[in-house]
Structures are given as C-alpha cells and as structure tokens.
C-alpha cells in the first residue's frame, strides 16, 4: 500500500518502528504487578517440590532409603527414576540426560528423586533427609583432564582450510601459547520454576519459566509417556534466561508433571539460588592452545587453535556451542590457513549449556589474546593489527570465512575507524603512557576490540517462526508468537510491527502468553533470532488481514487497492478517511476474515556438519568497543573507568531498547572476563553457589562514562524492517576490558613481555600474571 497524494503519510505509516519505545511491560515491572510463574495463583490442592540432589561427583547408588523423608513434616511422596511413567530423559538433543539419576550419579548435585509435600519449606527440608549408600567412582573435573584422558560427550570437530602446516612453517614470526576464560553463571533473577496442573483426559497444563515451550511439551509428553497433545505449556515472562531456560527448564519442568500426573493434583517445583547454581549448567569454559605464523608487519599467515570445552557429564547443547566456537573463531580477520579443533570435554560437573553468544565468544577471544600477542612483539598498537587483518571488502580476495560463506555485509573497517575519532583513541593512548611512567603502582590500560558475529541457529530447521494475529471487532489487536519474553522487549518490537503493519497505535496492540496450544513447533528464543523470526512472522500474519480489509475497502469506496493506506488509525482508499475501527466493523459484519497466522523461514541458510561448511548465518551483526581501565599492581584490583561503544543494529525497531541490550550485554560481558568465577573444589562440588561466593557485576562496576551508540547500517539481508539482531552480539565488546586490563598489566614491563592473563582477571589472576611479567623482566636483565 503506498502514500502517494498523502501529506505527511509517510511519517504517520513509520511511526510504529525505528523509534524509541518503552517495554511493553515496563509499568508493570516498576509496580511490581509483572505476573511470573511463582506469582500465578495457586489452585487449590497445590502442593509443592524439591529436589533430592547428590552428593557425590560421580559414584553407583548402592541403596537408598526414604523412609526417614517419607516420615517428614507434610510430606506426600517421593519420586525417584522407577516411577517415571514413560522416559527418564531431558536431553535437548542426545537422550543421555535423565531427569533423575538412574543407578549411578554423575555430577555433585544432579538429580536423584522429587520430595512432594503441603508446602516449599517441608519439601525442601525433607529432601535432605534421604539415606543414600554410594559407591566411589573416579571423577574428571576440568576440560583438561577431559582432554588428557580422552573423555567426550561428542566426537571433536576440526574446520581447516589451505594447508595450515606449510604456511605457519614458511611464516617469518609465530606465537605460541595457552589460555583458559572460564565459565560464567546465568544468575537470572528469576530461578528456574515449573507448576504443573493436571487437565482431564491426561491433559497437563505447565506454566513455567523457559526460552522453548516446544521443548518442554516434548520432554514432558515423553516422560508422561503421552502425546504432545495432551500437554499445554505457557510462559507469559521470565525474569532473566540468557540461555539459562532453553534446554535446562525441562529438568524442572518434567519432574513437577511427573509429580503432579502421579498424585493428580498441582505441583509447583521453585528452586532456591543455591539448588538452581547447583543442578544448573553454566556458560562453558574453554581451554586453548594455540599456535600463529604472521608476518613482519603482523598480518596472520597460519593459525591453528586447539580448544576443549567443559561440557559436564552430558552432551546438552555443547555441540552447536563448540559449533558456534568454531564458526567464530575468525571474529573480524581474514584467516587464509587454518587448523581449528574442538571438543566437549566430559566432566563430572553441571552439564554446561546455552549462554548469550552461544560459543561465539568463547571463539572469538582466542584470536583477540593472538592479535595481542603479535602486536606486543612487534611493539605495535594492538589496533592496527586488527586492522591490517580485517576482512575486506567483497572483490578484494579477502572475504571468504573459513566455512566458507562470502561476507558481503562487512562494514568493521569503516565502524572501528568511526569509533576511534569519536573515542580520541590515539590521544588517549598518548596520556596513558605518559600516565604509567609516572605511576609506579596504579596503571592504565587501553583497548579497542571489534565483533562481527553470525545471526542463525546452527541447525537451519530451527529458523522458523509462527504467529497469530486477531483484530477484534472493536478495533483492538491480539497478537500470540512462538518467541518468549525474558526482559529483551521481544513483545514490544512484535507489537511495533504488527502495529506499523496496520497503521494503529500501539496502544491498540496487546501480546499475550507464548503457548503451545496457539502456536505450535517453536524454535527456542535463542541465537539472537527471537525479534528476527518472530517479527516477520507477525508482520505476515498482520499483512495477509491487512490485504484482505483494502481489499473490502476498495469494494466499498472504490479506487485502486495499491492506493490504499493505513496510518495514524486511518484507512485512506479513494480520496476517503475512515478510522480503523469503522473499517473493522464494516469488514466483520461483510464476513471477511479478522484473524490470521503468520509463518516464517529464514532463506539462505545451509550447513554440512561434517565438512564444516556453508552458509550458517543469515547476516553478520557488527560492533567496536574502547575499554580505559586503571589496574593496582599492589592488590590486583581493577576498574573501568570508561566504555566506548559502537554497535551494529541496522535499522534499529526500537533503539531505546536496543542500547539498553547493548548496555547490559557489555556490563554482562564484562563481569564474564573479570569478576564471575566459578570453582569447584576438589571433591566435584561447586563452591561458588550464592550470591555471597559468586560475584557479579554491581553498579559500582559499571563505568562512570559509558557512551553507547548505534551504528547508522541498514541490513543487507531482508530482516525485519531492516534491522539486526541485538541479544548476544554485544556481549562480545566486553573483550575491550579484558584486554585493557592485560595492556595495563603490560605497562609493568614497559609492554615488552607478554603477560599470561587468564580469564575471569580477577585481583588473584591479576597478580599472578603481574608476577610473570616482573619474572620475565627480572630474568631479562
């Protein structure tokens, strides 16, 4: 429908998308009226769950005894393996994940049985009163053991291209080393929480706290041992997921149905902080060794990477993640010869999983600490090496990944150099050096790291969405998708679409609960794609009633239907206005249909796993960071004390929401490399469980100066309404801490040693890697 002969038309048609919006919900989050799972009310009969967990890391179960449990206050039952009506599995993708251990324990913490009782307190204080008889197995612990004896979840991967050996031999200069960035927990706000309530017929209706309610249908319908549709899942919200609720809801999720199909009354299982950070898989940590060829002025001739992963004791989502690793590993430099391996270490820990960037990040950082490393030994700023190695442009050669998908989106070099005029890079770089030859203690660092990272599922059949769109008789707009809110605003954009798509106020727009019995066969909301996949497919549903109500207009007014245009609430048809809800009655009344659903694939997409090639990514997001640090050589603390952002959302649906994401991507990011880590002690059991012994980052970690901005880049590809995808990307320009961070440790040795700087760089991490520069320069001398 065009605007020809309109005044102002135009403006009025677009006011929907591209400009800022507030989240849908936002009123409710500050009055505290946002409805969440544990926040539904109780039907009567509830009862509620707790989950008996192990306390060995790997060990047969010899015997066990309840009666001590059964015996407690308020307790109903107890489930455990035997009772599961049909399968004990929650796997996402290979069937080796059971919903309560059977026979042998594989992770302190895993699963063994549910405690059903009148109330949350009673079933959790009975959980622990179980007698278990275990039987001592050997434990593997880290991605290196897991390495050194061989032990995987999944065959390793290798992606190579051109002959790797022969360049990095005929290479000049080389670098060799080790890294090891550890994993990070979700700690959304929200723990993982399922209630489920039994429906006639062996119905089961679950409300929960998940990124895939598909998923969570399935994995219930199997343990029921039922069908699909038999089983309802809802989740209107949740308070954080970030990977967290894509695979690892079902756990919960299953064992409240399998609880409440077998008493046939509700059951609500809410895991507190510690039992959630205890069952729950994490961010997964990587090991690297890697070796590099460049040449004299830096540019990278032969890289070759060896990654292993703790992936946990099962497989989970760890093989698109080291997938995603691979595929990343690249960032924003041409790589002509390559040799990059992975593997998912088998471990008795959490079995690790989804987390915003998927394995992407943990890819790209390699080639960053290698990019540093070359420009240390060439006394070079790291920034112009990552610029001598960007990608270039298409028809220059260098624009082939080595999957081999054309990058034909590239716009780095033009946003990095945008971003160092604006940041005053180079003069900044100037005061710092003087700074840190006049200060023996503090010292500052610097660094401007770039991102590109790849928008898709890994799986091409998962790019898909579906969505249903109703206009009421009065005018009002209903609109169901298969994507889930967890705080990204994915409803407000989807609103803004189908809204812009109509011609009406948003407030005319309201976004119900994602549920399976409305829109079936959902992707999960991950990889970055919820907005992408679920906006075009409201945008079809919305367009296909739109279609139909110009068409019925020009039956009534007359003229051409191309002509016609909805904006500002207003159909304009044949020199006429008629306000959208006049329109909607007339059409309702005429019998012409008000309702649709909305489909959409993402084209383009193609994968062969075993080559490791194609075309995986339907575009590219870009973005740069500047990171100014200032680091205690003495403590080992440190603090960023400014961030300079740049980032890539292409034609921006909502750019108050999206600079909100790319804010709190960075702040995430940044707690990732610097404060979040994870341990386990040497008896399997993960120490830092709680708030008290996890630390993330604080407002007071936050930079004072803090300067966001987005890119002014329409998308290549035909996303929604041009835009780019904005979940996970950012999270990548956190990287400008950590290496600020390594070139403020640098300054110790007046940046001629390259320091051994492991991620997260905490105060003791900080130190050590002080410590060797000091070594290092004293053994010089």
Same mark, same amino acid.
């Given at each position: 429908m065009n605007d020809a002969g309109v005044p102002g038309l135009k403006e009025a048609a677009w006011k929907a998308v591209g400009v800022p919006r507030a989240h849908e919900s936002a009123a409710l989050h500050v009055l505290g009226q946002a409805t969440y799972t544990?926040?539904?009310?109780? @039907?009567?009969? *509830?009862?509620? !769950?707790?989950? /008996?967990? +192990? +306390?060995?890391?790997? &060990?047969?179960?010899?015997? *066990?005894?309840? +009666?001590?449990?059964?015996?407690? &206050?308020?307790? @109903?039952?107890?489930?455990?393996?035997?009772?599961?009506?049909?399968?004990?599995?929650? /796997?996402?993708?290979?069937?080796?994940?059971?919903?309560?251990? =059977? /026979? @042998?324990?594989?992770?302190?913490?895993?699963?063994?049985?549910?405690?059903?009782?009148? *109330?949350?307190?009673?079933?959790?204080?009975?959980?622990?009163?179980?007698?278990?008889v275990y039987e001592d197995l050997p434990a593997i612990l880290t991605p290196q053991a897991a390495k050194a004896a061989q032990s995987y979840v999944l065959p390793p991967m290798?992606? *190579?291209?051109?002959?790797?050996?022969?360049a990095y031999e005929a290479a000049p200069h080389f670098v060799k080393g080790e890294l090891y960035v550890g994993g990070q927990e979700q700690f959304y706000l929200e723990g993982q929480i399922a209630y489920a309530v039994p429906q006639e017929d062996k119905g089961m209706l679950v409300l929960c706290s998940t990124q895939h309610p598909s998923e969570m249908q399935h994995v219930v319908a199997h343990a029921l041992g039922v069908h699909s549709h038999n089983i309802v899942v809802e989740c209107r919200r949740m308070g954080g997921g970030f990977g967290g609720k894509e695979s690892q809801s079902a756990l919960w999720c299953a064992a409240a149905a399998i609880a409440a199909a077998k008493l046939k009354r509700?059951?609500?299982?809410?895991? #507190?902080?510690?039992? =959630?950070m205890l069952v729950t898989g994490k961010r997964h940590c990587f090991h690297y060794e890697y070796e590099v060829g460049y040449a004299a002025d830096g540019r990278i001739l032969a890289a070759k990477v060896d990654m292993v992963t703790r992936a946990g004791y099962s497989a989970d989502l760890s093989g698109p993640v080291a997938t995603r690793a691979v595929c990343h590993f690249d960032n924003t430099y041409y790589l002509s010869d390559v040799d990059i391996r992975a593997a998912c270490g088998k471990t008795n820990t959490q079995s690790n999983t989804a987390f915003r960037g998927f394995g992407g990040p943990q890819g790209a950082i390699a080639i960053e600490y290698v990019i540093d490393d070359i420009a240390r030994k060439l006394g070079r700023d790291p920034l112009d090496i990552r610029r001598l190695n960007f990608y270039g442009k298409e028809g220059e050669g260098r624009n082939v990944t080595p999957y081999g998908q054309v990058v034909v989106d590239n716009v780095i070099d033009a946003l990095a150099a945008e971003l160092e005029a604006s940041s005053d890079y180079r003069a900044r770089r100037e005061a710092i050096t003087a700074f840190n030859r006049a200060s023996p203690v503090l010292k500052k660092g610097l660094a401007l790291t770039p991102v590109k990272f790849g928008i898709a599922f890994n799986v091409t059949h998962l790019n898909q969405a579906g969505a249903l769109v $109703? @206009?009421?008789? #009065?005018?009002?707009?209903?609109?169901? $998708? !298969? !994507?889930t809110e967890m705080g990204q605003g994915i409803n407000t954009k989807v609103m803004q679409v189908v809204a812009h798509e109509l011609g009406v106020d948003m407030a005319n727009v309201r976004a119900t609960a994602t549920d399976t019995s409305k829109v079936a066969n959902t992707s999960a909301t991950a990889a970055s794609t919820g907005a992408d996949l679920n906006g075009k497919a409201a945008q079809d549903a919305a367009r296909q009633i739109r279609n139909r109500l110009a068409a019925y207009a020009v039956k009534l007014y007359g003229g051409d239907i191309e002509a016609v245009c909805f904006a500002a609430d207003t159909v304009f048809v044949n020199g006429r206005q008629v306000r959208f809800p006049e329109l909607v009655q007339k059409a309702y009344l005429a019998r012409v249909q008000l309702w649709s659903d909305g489909f959409y694939a993402t084209p383009g997409l193609h994968w062969d796993p075993k080559t490791m090639s194609g075309n995986p990514f339907s575009y590219f997001a870009y973005g740069a960071a500047v990171s100014e640090v200032v680091v205690d050589t003495l403590t080992g603390e440190s603090k960023l004390l400014r961030a300079d952002v740049l980032y890539d959302a292409g034609r921006s649906l909502n750019p108050a929401i999206d600079i909100g994401q790319v804010e709190g991507a960075f702040i995430q990011g940044m707690g990732w490399l610097t404060t979040e880590e994870l341990w386990w002690n040497s008896a399997g059991k993960l120490m830092t469980h709680a708030p008290s012994t996890y630390k993330i980052p604080a407002v007071s970690d936050c930079p004072q100066d803090f300067r966001v901005k987005l890119y002014d880049n329409a998308n290549v590809a035909d996303n929604i309404h041009r835009s780019k995808a904005v979940g996970e990307p950012p999270l990548l320009l956190a990287f400008s801490v950590f290496f600020a961070i390594r070139d403020a440790v640098s300054a110790v040795g007046d940046h001629k040693v390259n320091p051994p700087l492991n991620a997260p760089a905490t105060c003791e991490e900080i130190l050590k890697s002080i410590a060797a520069v000091e070594g290092a320069i004293g053994g010089a001398a």
């Open positions: 544990d926040d539904i009310p109780e @039907v009567q009969g *509830t009862l509620h !769950g707790a989950l /008996g967990l +192990s +306390s060995k890391p790997h &060990a047969r179960i010899v015997a *066990t005894d309840f +009666s001590r449990v059964a015996a407690a &206050a308020g307790v @109903v039952n107890v489930f455990a393996a035997s009772d599961i009506p049909g399968l004990n599995d929650c /796997g996402p993708i290979i069937h080796d994940d059971p919903i309560f251990a =059977d /026979g @042998v324990v594989m992770y302190v913490g895993q699963p063994m049985f549910i405690v059903v009782a009148t *109330t949350h307190d009673q079933a959790r204080r009975a959980a622990r009163l179980a007698d278990i290798r992606l *190579t291209r051109g002959d790797y050996r022969q509700p059951v609500k299982l809410r895991a #507190d902080r510690d039992d =959630d $109703h @206009v009421y008789v #009065d005018g009002s707009i209903l609109v169901n $998708h !298969g !994507g």
